[in-house]
């Protein structure tokens, strides 16, 4: 029996484990190249699910983290770095805004 | 004190009558476009001021150390946690022939500085401590070789340094009133996570400081991401609660619109901490000089410490921007932003929400710098027009030529 990559309860978006990146620069990335109809798809799976997900991450700590909890907690990064492209801009970028590639960030 | 704040507001009181001695005029373009002035700036501000360049939490322990390129005064400087749990600063050069010391951003040095071209090596005090092939050299005086130190004091956990081998002012008697209001605001607990950008930009580093110390702009350029999040129907652009002037450093007090309606992914991640574009202060555990008028409708204050580093602090997080100058039209623009210690995955999310947006509202900031340098440098016109909001603009004008006036240090 295959291990799950998520935790059993939220199996069901497996289909976007690409978007379980563990850099600010690597999500941004993804965020620019990915196209808009696959960010809506991801947008809209994770914001099905968002009340239960954030329910079960509430119960984690920072630390020691299981490599499944992990996965999911990521894709909510994912979920935050999408969220302005859906809700405001309509589009993957910030409209007519400096250059996300020379803005760099120095925490990862 | 609110009462009259709360008239300011409604637009019926102008804050420049009550600064007169800024003036009411056009300011002129050419501080923003002239070498000479640029190197005015450098000589009679830079080298003499006190430079925020650093918080104690990037050199946590013994060892630790960090590698601030401080172009602006054409050098490189060190900045050691001592053994001794003193914080230091160096330029960043070995003694010997000049290379650069420590060539990596940062790191934990466990003994000794070692330079990578002949071997000479230096304590984590600076003292020259090792020279190799010292026989082959000749009547060198060990004990004056040790690397060339900067003034460094740090003041609640910023890290500042000064260019000057005896500054006038302590760092605390630079900071004034503004630090001493300051003190004691949990910079220490907010600093637990921590996240930075830097980025180049083509442009004074006057046009970035002007664009991130007024914010009436917010309703224009940021009318796709956070139009409403300082005004709404009663003050429609988002006019500040109050601005108060330090000698040279400022103030400005920002109200929240509570009222604004949230977007789906705000709106759960507002549940589980930092996640709110503003958040409303129920009971203020702040210290005196944040929000000082203790207005109900704060939300946060931009605090413009001279010559180059902008402080906003709000309830639950602070921010920073530096602008380092490069050339008279080149900056290195620095961006911290700081939250509590996440104690669960969910609150860290919040915190990722926050961040993402703060990041993407300066995108839309940073798409005005090269474009208004471009046209600034044009020779077009000669001066620019500045509304009452636009205080702590014409303030930075008044102070930094009270120094290249006075020939540096006299301003207050």
Excluded at chain 1, 9 to 29: I, N
Excluded at chain 2, 170 to 176: I, K, M, P, Q
Excluded at chain 2, 276 to 287: G, N, R, T
Aim: aromatic share 10%; charged share 25%; net charge negative.
């Amino acid at each position: 029996m295959g291990e799950h990559q998520l935790p059993e309860q939220f199996v069901g978006l497996e289909p976007f484990l690409d978007w379980a990146l563990a850099t600010e620069h690597e999500r941004v990335a993804r965020r620019q190249s990915a196209g808009m109809p696959a960010i809506r798809d991801f947008y809209g799976a994770m914001m099905a699910r968002i009340e239960e997900i954030l329910t079960f991450l509430e119960g984690y700590a920072i630390e020691k983290i299981p490599a499944a909890v992990n996965r999911l907690f990521l894709l909510t990064l994912s979920l935050a770095e999408v969220a302005p492209a859906v809700e405001l801009f309509s589009q993957p970028s910030v409209i007519d805004g400096f250059d996300f590639k020379r803005f760099v960030p120095v925490h990862d | 004190m609110a009462a009259a704040t709360s008239r300011n507001i409604a637009g019926d009181r102008k804050w420049h009558d009550v600064y007169p001695e800024l003036g009411t005029g056009p300011v002129p373009i050419e501080p923003y476009v002239s070498r000479e002035y640029y190197e005015r700036e450098q000589a009679l501000i830079f080298r003499k001021v006190w430079l925020n360049v650093a918080r104690v939490e990037q050199i946590p322990k013994a060892g630790d150390y960090l590698v601030k390129e401080l172009e602006v005064c054409n050098t490189s400087v060190l900045i050691v946690h001592g053994k001794d749990g003193v914080i230091r600063a160096f330029h960043n050069m070995c003694t010997h022939r000049g290379n650069k010391l420590a060539p990596e951003a940062s790191g934990n040095c466990p003994g000794l500085f070692t330079c990578k071209f002949h071997g000479w090596a230096y304590g984590l005090d600076g003292a020259l401590r090792h020279i190799s092939d010292e026989g082959s050299f000749f009547d060198l005086d060990r004990g004056a070789l040790g690397l060339t130190p900067i003034v460094a004091e740090t003041w609640e956990g910023f890290i500042f340094i000064n260019m000057e081998e005896r500054p006038s002012e302590t760092l605390e008697e630079y900071l004034g009133e503004i630090g001493a209001g300051l003190r004691g605001y949990p910079f220490g607990e907010l600093g637990a996570t921590r996240f930075a950008w830097n980025a180049e930009v083509k442009a004074n580093w006057k046009v970035l400081k002007d664009a991130f110390q007024e914010v009436w702009h917010i309703p224009t350029l940021h009318r796709k991401s956070i139009p409403n999040v300082f005004s709404d129907a009663a003050n429609k652009y988002g006019h500040a609660l109050e601005f108060r002037l330090y000698g040279r450093h400022g103030r400005i007090s920002l109200p929240g619109n509570f009222g604004r309606k949230p977007t789906a992914v705000e709106s759960v991640s507002v549940r589980y901490g930092a996640g709110a574009i503003v958040i409303k202060q129920s009971e203020s555990v702040l210290p005196e000089g944040v929000n000082p008028m203790r207005d109900p409708r704060w939300s946060i204050d931009g605090n413009s410490i001279f010559p180059n580093c902008l402080m906003y602090v709000a309830g639950q997080t602070y921010l920073t921007h530096t602008f380092w100058p490069l050339a008279e039209n080149r900056t290195r623009w620095e961006v911290r932003l700081y939250y509590p210690q996440a104690t669960t995955l969910a609150q860290r999310f919040s915190q990722e929400y926050s961040k993402v947006m703060l990041r993407d509202v300066n995108m839309e900031d940073g798409s005005t710098l090269e474009r208004t340098q471009t046209m600034l440098a044009s020779g077009a016109r000669k001066e620019i027009y500045l509304q009452d909001q636009e205080l702590l603009i014409r303030h930075h004008h008044h102070v930094a030529e009270g120094y290249l006036n006075a020939g540096g240090g006299a301003a207050r």
